[in-house]
């Protein structure tokens, strides 16, 4: 049972432009929701969260967004840089167990120049 | 500041075997979480540690088992390795200090193979 989704498996963006990375989750329990870059070999790296008492984040070129009634966010990065190629995963936690987090699959970001 | 250090990084195992990995949280967290990453499942919590108590476990085998020592030091146990074990197995710490306390810190990873 698949709580956090991120259905795809990979983007393509060009340098510049705006990279879009999209999850869904099912847990209506989710209150907190994070996301964490990957680059090979090493482990994930914490990148911006939201609170689900917010519907938008910010911090430099990456903004998150959530719709809680549609049980969505997004990670805006403007604009893609070649060093943002990496897999990005979606991350969920409910309150009071805030180590627990629930990932998605991972979205891999190529960034082209 | 030391970031989260795992050790080994690689370890081939055969079936039946049992393994052991470690886990140095960063310099003043007391809390230490373990994640099995699969290809195609994601990162999946296996369990937490704090002040050497298990706070928050996932749903795996009773296989799995871990402790965490009173320098917030925590290894991971696994018994009876099957095929389907192998993985790259992640270490995160955090502050811990309270339960809404959600940035956490991964390591590298511990990659097991299990033949």
């Known amino acids: 049972d698949q709580q956090v989704k991120q259905n795809s498996p990979s983007l393509s963006v060009q340098e510049g432009r705006i990279s879009i990375l999209n999850c869904d989750y099912t847990n209506s329990m989710f209150d907190y929701f994070l996301w964490y870059k990957k680059y090979p070999a090493e482990g994930p790296t914490f990148l911006i969260s939201?609170?689900?008492?917010?519907d938008k984040n910010e911090d430099g070129r990456f903004t998150v967004f959530l719709n809680k009634s549609a049980k969505h966010l997004s990670l805006h990065i403007v604009p893609s840089q070649p060093g943002d190629s990496a897999v990005y995963f979606c991350a969920a936690s409910e309150t009071g167990t805030a180590s627990k987090l629930t990932f998605g699959t991972g979205t891999r970001l190529q960034v082209t120049l | 500041k030391a970031g989260v250090t795992q050790t080994p990084r690689y370890l081939i195992k055969t079936r039946g075997q049992q393994v052991t990995l470690s886990c140095s949280p960063i310099s003043g967290h007391r809390s230490v979480s373990w994640y099995q990453q699969t290809p195609g499942q994601g990162l999946q919590f296996l369990f937490e540690y704090f002040s050497e108590t298990q706070r928050n476990k996932g749903n795996f085998p009773g296989r799995f088992s871990g402790r965490q020592f009173s320098n917030s030091r925590s290894e991971m146990n696994v018994s009876t390795l099957e095929l389907g074990d192998s993985a790259l197995y992640l270490c995160a710490s955090s502050l811990g200090a309270t339960l809404n306390d959600y940035e956490q810190y991964f390591g590298p990873g511990t990659r097991l193979t299990v033949t």
């Open positions: 939201i609170s689900s008492i917010k």
